[in-house]
């Protein structure tokens, strides 16, 4: 989304992010007191995304697991946000609605998938308004972005329909979490940052 942007622009707007405070995870309608495991094969809790999910590779969506997850989960959902984006709100990578309970994502299962499937799983809209992954490209100078892929536990409750955007399924999920987890991966550019440990996830 920001490919565009020059150098000089990106550093100039490098202090104008949305905000961590505005990310799904922490709105107090969506809270919940368990806590599900989170984590990627492909890159460690708190470090860089290898350049293959972002706009500077391939721009596949990453593999993703998850345990922990409490009984009586209805619904599993998964949320991607950008809250470094010089943008009012974060900007949505990825939703993904009615996830396994007890499953994974592959390298680049994040994927238009039209009306979803028969299981009640659906690909949402991102903020380039179409179903899949949008790939990370944060603008050139504006810094480190952190990308927080959030996991939540839903009890029994209304679908948000068809190709549900982030207003849709916020609306949906309101008091119905029972957990959430929280896997952040990282990524700038013109800037090198190594690689950490894969394997590693966060907790909510």
């Not at 659906?122 to 899949?132: L, M």
């Amino acid at each position: 989304m920001f490919e565009h942007i020059p150098r000089w622009l990106g550093k100039a707007l490098s202090p104008f992010r949305a905000g961590a405070d505005k990310l799904a995870i922490v709105r107090p309608e969506l809270a919940g007191e368990g806590v599900i495991h989170l984590a990627s094969p492909a890159f460690a809790n708190g470090a860089r995304l290898p350049d293959r999910f972002t706009a500077d590779g391939e721009g596949s969506s990453p593999p993703l697991f998850w345990t922990s997850v409490p009984e009586g989960t209805a619904r599993l959902v998964l949320i991607v946000e950008d809250p470094d984006a010089p943008t009012p709100q974060p900007v949505v990578h990825a939703i993904v609605w009615g996830l396994p309970i007890d499953g994974d994502l592959k390298q680049g299962e994040i994927a238009p998938d039209g009306e979803g499937n028969p299981e009640g799983e659906d690909v949402g809209r991102n903020s380039r308004f179409v179903e899949g992954w949008l790939p990370p490209d944060p603008p050139n100078g504006h810094g480190e972005h952190s990308y927080a892929f959030q996991l939540f536990a839903l009890s029994e409750g209304e679908d948000p329909g068809e190709n549900p955007g982030r207003g849709a399924i916020l609306r949906a999920m309101e008091g119905r979490v029972i957990a959430a987890g929280l896997l952040t991966g990282t990524y700038s550019r013109g800037e090198q940052a190594p690689i950490g440990p894969v394997g590693a996830g966060a907790a909510a």
